[in-house]
């Protein structure tokens, strides 16, 4: 009776915890985004479910992992984190860890894990000298060779954001290493999943420098 009295303070605790960072979220990002970073799951399971299928031993407690070929999620939209994992179990998208990690996830569990991280406080690069290369294409891409300028779907600094149905991540602040990867990915089309296959007809006309600086500058975000 005293263990399990104590494992419902805990969770308790927990769930406070949570409820107050959710509330200093809505405050810095305003009620309707940090609903829409959440999304329908619950964070407070979210978070036993993230731990218990150990998510945050590569994604870290708070969403960001120590690891640069692993994404942080802190802060990601819960129904990107979510189309994520469902593109894993479906084979939309392949990861030899990531697909075994997915495939026993229910709709539940990847909403509640999605609303766990999507509670996190953002992710936030370390400001770095930008090469004007970078800027140039991030703030007005290059109408020429079809290239979006990233700001138009990912938002200002890549905070991400909702448009209808379309999630688009947050970037600013992901990892170097792991941003510079997908774009390759995306490039040479071992990634295929961005809605209407937009990222690949972008990375497909961006030159190794160009991946090498966007990675750099929006990592620092």
């Known amino acids: 009776m005293r263990l399990a009295h104590w494992k419902r303070s805990c969770f308790f605790i927990a769930g406070f915890a949570l409820i107050v960072s959710m509330k200093t979220m809505a405050a810095e990002q305003g009620t309707e985004i940090a609903a829409q970073r959440i999304g329908y799951g619950n964070p407070v399971i979210g978070k036993e479910k993230s731990e218990q299928g150990r998510c945050q031993e590569c994604h870290g407690a708070e969403g960001n992992s120590s690891n640069d070929k692993i994404p942080n999620h802190a802060g990601q939209y819960a129904a990107y984190l979510s189309k994520q994992l469902n593109d894993f179990q479906s084979g939309a998208r392949v990861h030899e860890i990531m697909t075994i990690?997915?495939?026993?996830?229910?709709?539940?569990?990847?909403?509640?894990?999605?609303?766990?991280?999507?509670?996190?406080?953002?992710?936030?690069?370390?400001?770095?000298?930008?090469?004007?290369?970078?800027?140039?294409?991030?703030?007005?891409?290059?109408?020429?060779?079809?290239?979006?300028?990233c700001v138009s779907c990912h938002s200002d600094n890549g905070k991400g954001r909702v448009a209808g149905n379309v999630v688009y991540?947050?970037?600013?602040?992901?990892?170097?290493?792991?941003?510079?990867?997908?774009?390759?990915?995306?490039?040479?089309?071992?990634?295929?999943?961005?809605?209407?296959?937009?990222?690949?007809?972008?990375?497909?006309?961006?030159?190794?420098?160009?991946?090498?600086?966007?990675?750099?500058?929006?990592?620092?975000?």
Do not use: C, H, T
């Open 101 to 149: 990690m997915a495939e026993d996830l229910s709709a539940a569990d990847r909403a509640d894990i999605g609303a766990y991280f999507g509670g996190r406080k953002m992710m936030q690069g370390e400001a770095v000298g930008a090469k004007p290369l970078a800027v140039n294409l991030f703030i007005n891409g290059d109408p020429a060779r079809n290239i979006l300028p």
């Open 169 to 221: 991540p947050v970037i600013g602040g992901q990892r170097k290493i792991y941003l510079r990867s997908q774009l390759v990915n995306w490039k040479l089309g071992e990634r295929n999943n961005s809605p209407g296959g937009v990222m690949n007809k972008i990375a497909e006309s961006l030159s190794d420098d160009e991946i090498e600086a966007l990675a750099d500058y929006i990592s620092g975000l």
